[in-house]
Protein backbone atom coordinates (compact mmCIF):
# COMPACT_ATOMS: atom_id res chain seq x y z
CA UNK A 1 0.00 0.00 0.00
CA UNK A 2 1.58 3.17 -1.00
CA UNK A 3 0.19 6.50 0.97
CA UNK A 4 2.19 9.75 1.51
CA UNK A 5 -0.35 9.56 5.23
CA UNK A 6 1.47 9.06 8.72
CA UNK A 7 1.24 5.54 10.00
CA UNK A 8 -1.30 6.05 12.88
CA UNK A 9 -0.90 3.86 16.11
CA UNK A 10 -3.91 2.45 16.97
CA UNK A 11 -4.75 2.90 21.06
CA UNK A 12 -7.79 0.52 21.02
CA UNK A 13 -6.57 -2.69 22.63
CA UNK A 14 -2.79 -3.23 24.01
CA UNK A 15 -1.65 -4.10 21.33
CA UNK A 16 -1.10 -0.70 19.66
CA UNK A 17 -0.32 -1.40 15.95
CA UNK A 18 1.20 1.13 13.55
CA UNK A 19 -1.37 1.31 10.99
CA UNK A 20 -0.59 2.63 7.34
CA UNK A 21 -3.47 4.00 5.17
CA UNK A 22 -4.49 5.60 2.08
CA UNK A 23 -7.31 7.66 1.80
CA UNK A 24 -10.16 8.44 -1.19
CA UNK A 25 -10.37 10.98 -3.86
CA UNK A 26 -12.62 12.37 -1.37
CA UNK A 27 -10.13 11.95 1.61
CA UNK A 28 -12.34 9.21 3.25
CA UNK A 29 -10.00 6.25 4.47
CA UNK A 30 -10.25 3.75 1.57
CA UNK A 31 -7.59 0.67 3.22
CA UNK A 32 -5.55 0.33 5.84
CA UNK A 33 -2.87 -2.31 6.58
CA UNK A 34 -0.77 -3.03 9.92
CA UNK A 35 -3.69 -3.75 11.77
CA UNK A 36 -4.88 -7.48 13.65
CA UNK A 37 -8.23 -6.86 14.08
CA UNK A 38 -10.95 -4.97 12.87
CA UNK A 39 -11.11 -1.90 15.31
CA UNK A 40 -7.77 -0.47 13.29
CA UNK A 41 -9.99 0.72 10.52
CA UNK A 42 -12.18 2.61 12.81
CA UNK A 43 -9.92 3.93 15.04
CA UNK A 44 -8.00 5.65 11.98
CA UNK A 45 -11.24 6.85 11.05
CA UNK A 46 -11.92 8.49 14.50
CA UNK A 47 -8.50 9.60 14.87
CA UNK A 48 -8.62 11.82 11.29
CA UNK A 49 -11.75 13.85 12.14
CA UNK A 50 -11.98 13.54 16.29
CA UNK A 51 -9.25 12.11 18.40
CA UNK A 52 -10.13 11.11 21.65
CA UNK A 53 -8.00 9.80 24.54
CA UNK A 54 -8.95 8.86 28.42
CA UNK A 55 -6.79 10.81 30.69
CA UNK A 56 -4.92 8.97 33.44
CA UNK A 57 -2.96 11.03 35.97
CA UNK A 58 -2.89 11.77 39.79
CA UNK A 59 -4.25 14.03 41.95
CA UNK A 60 -3.07 15.34 45.34
CA UNK A 61 -4.01 14.28 48.63
CA UNK A 62 -3.68 15.98 51.94
CA UNK A 63 -3.43 13.81 55.18
CA UNK A 64 -3.25 10.96 53.93
CA UNK A 65 -0.28 7.83 53.65
CA UNK A 66 0.09 8.54 49.86
CA UNK A 67 0.43 12.10 48.40
CA UNK A 68 -1.12 11.30 45.06
CA UNK A 69 -4.37 9.00 43.91
CA UNK A 70 -4.58 7.69 40.53
CA UNK A 71 -7.22 9.21 38.39
CA UNK A 72 -9.01 8.72 35.36
CA UNK A 73 -12.06 9.97 32.62
CA UNK A 74 -14.85 7.40 32.86
CA UNK A 75 -14.85 8.18 28.62
CA UNK A 76 -12.50 9.66 26.29
CA UNK A 77 -12.39 13.40 26.14
CA UNK A 78 -11.04 15.31 22.53
CA UNK A 79 -7.41 15.14 22.51
CA UNK A 80 -7.51 18.98 22.17
CA UNK A 81 -8.70 19.27 25.75
CA UNK A 82 -6.47 17.15 27.34
CA UNK A 83 -3.95 19.57 28.92
CA UNK A 84 -6.68 21.57 30.10
CA UNK A 85 -8.24 18.88 31.81
CA UNK A 86 -5.01 18.00 33.32
CA UNK A 87 -4.32 21.47 34.63
CA UNK A 88 -7.55 21.52 36.51
CA UNK A 89 -6.70 18.64 37.99
CA UNK A 90 -2.96 19.62 39.22
CA UNK A 91 -4.81 22.27 41.49
CA UNK A 92 -7.34 19.54 42.92
CA UNK A 93 -6.42 18.56 46.54
CA UNK A 94 -8.40 16.07 48.12
CA UNK A 95 -8.79 15.00 52.03
CA UNK A 96 -8.04 11.33 52.61
CA UNK A 97 -9.29 9.15 52.86
CA UNK A 98 -9.70 8.75 49.11
CA UNK A 99 -11.85 5.36 48.09
CA UNK A 100 -11.59 3.76 44.92
CA UNK A 101 -14.27 5.40 42.67
CA UNK A 102 -14.76 8.75 44.25
CA UNK A 103 -16.20 11.34 42.12
CA UNK A 104 -13.21 13.92 41.37
CA UNK A 105 -15.20 16.31 39.02
CA UNK A 106 -18.84 14.85 37.96
CA UNK A 107 -18.71 17.08 34.65
CA UNK A 108 -15.53 17.82 33.30
CA UNK A 109 -14.76 20.71 31.39
CA UNK A 110 -18.44 20.89 30.73
CA UNK A 111 -18.44 17.69 28.82
CA UNK A 112 -19.86 15.06 31.26
CA UNK A 113 -17.54 13.25 31.88
CA UNK A 114 -16.74 12.19 35.17
CA UNK A 115 -13.00 11.92 36.45
CA UNK A 116 -12.92 9.14 39.25
CA UNK A 117 -10.23 7.46 41.44
CA UNK A 118 -8.64 4.29 40.17
CA UNK A 119 -6.93 4.02 43.54
CA UNK A 120 -7.69 4.99 47.11
CA UNK A 121 -5.51 6.49 50.51
CA UNK A 122 -6.15 5.99 53.92
CA UNK A 123 -5.93 8.75 56.41
CA UNK A 124 -2.18 8.75 57.87
Known amino acids: MSSENSPIICVRCPRGCEIGFTLDEAGHVEAVEG ?3 KLG ?8 VD ?11 QGGVHALVPVWTEEPLSKARVMELADLLRDRILAAPVALGDVVMEDALG ?3 RVVT ?5 AA
Do not use: D, Q, W, Y
Open 41 to 48: KAHVEMER
Open 35 to 37: NFC
Open 51 to 61: PRRTLTTTVRV
Open 111 to 113: LGI
Open 118 to 122: SGSVA
